[in-house]
């Protein structure tokens, strides 16, 4: 009998300990709660306290309230936070050149081909590559393709000749704005809107989720839909957390990714079309639509960027994607 009551009390300290102390995935990142990646974040952490009934708290930190771009790779790294879904563009910083594919323009004639790569192989390869760095990568994130802002008249390419544009840090982009005469500025995503507010920057580039969630239409006058390049994500995971976590978690946060991932990817398009709306409304900024021809103007001028990249990024697998798009 004693010992019964003593088996129980034992349980019910256990069962209120691990109640008490759930384990905490802190999840950093830099846009807005209101956009592709910040609202595929909510869903994770719901869908994680959710399914595992509490044992697990996801703290999600927006708008680089925690740490800023290039910190938030290096605290992931070290453990001070558990989860992060990084812009694609900012994985050259780690050495990860080939991450650099999904940044040469229009290199995805396609929704279909970008989500092939994604999902498939290639996608699977690339996310491989991190476990070298102490990372795990789980998913790929869309948010969408991306236009090209100016507070000078833009249609053109030749439009931003000498202007200064803030890029992410990335090489390819670097050699895409290169292309077009422009002067590279690589900043912080929130350094973003202070940089076009007092000129240091003359304009940038992002998908319009992006854009009109930190209000640049407010402080830049021309927006061409240019679509010339791609912005995605990869959601990853400190490796030495994910790997040491109970099986039984992992299994269920897994699904939890994937469920977010469904949603994000459901999401990120109809997002980006009701920002570009919101942007055509806003007073003090043009949003230029491009003719066919204007298109293919700016195709031809960027065409010369994948030949320049093909020392740094895997020539075979910018063929690998080449050909998904035959
Ligand atoms: C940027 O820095 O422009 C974007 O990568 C921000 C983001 O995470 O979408």
């Not at 040469?104 to 760095?133: C, M, N, W």
């Not at 043009?286 to 960027?302: C, G, I, N, S």
Request: proline share 6%; hydrophobic share 40%; charged share 25%.
């Amino acid at each position: 009998m004693v010992k019964t009551i003593l088996v129980l009390v034992v349980s019910v300290l256990a069962t209120s300990l691990a109640q008490a102390a759930p384990i905490v995935i802190k999840f950093s990142h830099v846009v807005a709660p209101n956009t592709p990646k910040g609202i595929a974040a909510l869903e994770f952490k719901r869908l994680a306290e959710m399914r595992t009934k509490g044992r697990v708290r996801v703290d999600i930190y927006p708008n680089a309230s925690l740490y800023k771009d290039k910190d938030e790779l290096e605290a992931l790294q070290l453990g001070a936070v558990q989860m992060l879904a990084p812009s694609l563009a900012k994985f050259g910083q780690l050495g990860l050149k080939d991450y650099e594919v999904f940044d040469l323009p229009y290199i995805f004639p396609s929704e279909k081909v970008l989500h092939e790569v994604t999902q498939g192989e290639i996608g699977h390869a690339l996310l491989d590559q991190l476990s070298s760095r102490g990372i795990l990568g789980l998913a790929f994130w869309d948010n969408g393709f991306k236009v090209m802002s100016s507070n000078s008249p833009l249609r053109l390419p030749s439009d931003l000749k000498n202007k200064r544009m803030r890029i992410q840090p990335s090489r390819t982009l670097e050699a895409q704005m290169n292309e077009l005469g422009a002067i590279s500025v690589p900043l912080a995503f929130s350094d973003v809107y202070p940089a076009l507010q007092s000129g240091l920057v003359d304009g940038t580039e992002n998908p319009p989720s992006n854009f009109y969630t930190q209000r640049m239409q407010e402080v830049q006058k021309y927006v061409a839909v240019t679509n010339h390049g791609y912005l995605g994500y990869a959601v990853i995971v400190n490796k030495k957390f994910w790997t040491s976590l109970p099986g039984d978690l992992r299994v269920i946060l897994e699904q939890c990714i994937a469920d977010a991932t469904q949603k994000n990817n459901d999401e990120a398009a109809k997002l980006n079309k009701a920002a570009l709306d919101a942007i055509r409304k806003s007073p003090g900024v043009q949003v230029v639509d491009l003719t066919p021809q204007e298109r293919e103007t700016w195709r031809k001028a960027l065409a010369p960027v994948q030949v320049k990249m093909e020392g740094r990024i895997d020539r075979n697998l910018i063929e690998q994607i080449k050909s998904l798009s035959e």
